[in-house]
């Protein structure tokens, strides 16, 4: 209900309530990029809902959801065993110690692979081996580095032209 009334992500991430904008044209432009790119070689789902199996009532919106090979699927919420990556664009407003907390939500949900998109400062890191508690294994790295996807797209997504806040009719 707020989501539709406002321009405002909701989330419920260990039981508090996130909201986050979604009206900011580079964070747009990054997610249609990223979108473009990987669909070529997945399937791709935007802004799904993704609840933790342990908590019925927390749940994550991601910018983007990669599918599981074999995985179709036309529900806007989608159960954590069929992501084999989740993709998160940082807003520009975002506060490092909220966005830490959501990527290890993601780890406790077992998704397989997240990757972080930070338009803030051009960089990216590729979280993978989820434990239960944290991803064990990450990969930072800048836009212009590309990007190792993992199975089902496992192709090197180029980083150079995504899109920074502040540029040109790139903010909101």
Do not use: N
């Not at 209900?1 to 009206?23: P, Q, Y």
């Not at 900011?24 to 990223?34: H, I, N, Q, S």
């Amino acid at each position: 209900m707020i989501a539709r009334a406002t321009d405002l992500r909701v989330e419920i991430l260990a039981g508090s309530l996130v909201l986050s904008r979604t009206d900011c044209r580079t964070r747009a432009a990054v997610a249609r990029d990223l979108a473009d790119r990987i669909a070529q070689h997945a399937t791709v789902v935007e802004a799904p809902s993704v609840r933790i199996p342990m908590d019925p009532d927390d749940f994550a919106v991601p910018d983007l959801a990669v599918l599981v090979d074999g995985v179709e699927t036309r529900e806007r919420t989608i159960r954590t065993q069929d992501i084999a990556l989740a993709v998160e664009i940082v807003p520009r407003q975002e506060k490092s110690r909220e966005f830490g907390r959501k990527s290890d939500w993601y780890a406790v949900a077992h998704v397989r692979a997240l990757l972080v998109v930070d338009p803030r400062h051009g960089t990216w890191a590729l979280h993978t081996a989820p434990d239960g508690a944290r991803y064990r294994r990450t990969r930072p790295g800048t836009y212009g580095e590309a990007v190792p996807l993992p199975e089902p797209s496992a192709l090197d997504l180029v980083t150079g032209a995504l899109a920074v806040y502040g540029e040109a009719g790139g903010s909101v």
